[in-house]
């Protein structure tokens, strides 16, 4: 099973950036994020594969970018120009055989 470690995250004033990162073990094909924001379901935000394409939320395009370290096995989401409501937990997805699912990352915007 992939074991996956999340940090950044935390709280941030609107129009302010933060950074997430998570690491994961094991043959990795897709790594990414998905939030869930209060009384939402949980929706993508960024994915990227190992050799390098991206998908983005309509919500996040312009101000969010996910990259990767495919040698640390390491996915990114530097998130600029931050908005209320993006404020959500943030969830590490990775797929390699099996999806796995990080434990998830506050992230707060207040206005």
């Known amino acids: 099973q992939v074991q996956l470690v999340e940090s950044g995250g935390g709280l941030v004033q609107a129009g302010g950036s933060l950074r997430l990162s998570c690491a994961a073990s094991g043959n990795i094909v897709v790594m990414g994020w998905y939030r869930r924001a209060p009384g939402k379901e949980r929706e993508l935000v960024a994915t990227?594969?190992?050799?390098?394409?991206?998908n983005y939320a309509d919500s996040v395009k312009g101000r969010f970018t996910v990259s990767s370290d495919n040698t640390k096995n390491t996915v990114y989401l530097q998130m600029n120009s931050l908005k209320s409501e993006d404020t959500a937990v943030y969830y590490c997805?990775?797929?390699?055989?099996?999806?796995?699912w990080g434990q998830g990352t506050q992230v707060i915007v207040s206005a």
């Open positions: 997805y990775a797929r390699g055989l099996i999806a796995s």
């Open positions: 990227i594969t190992r050799g390098g394409s991206t």
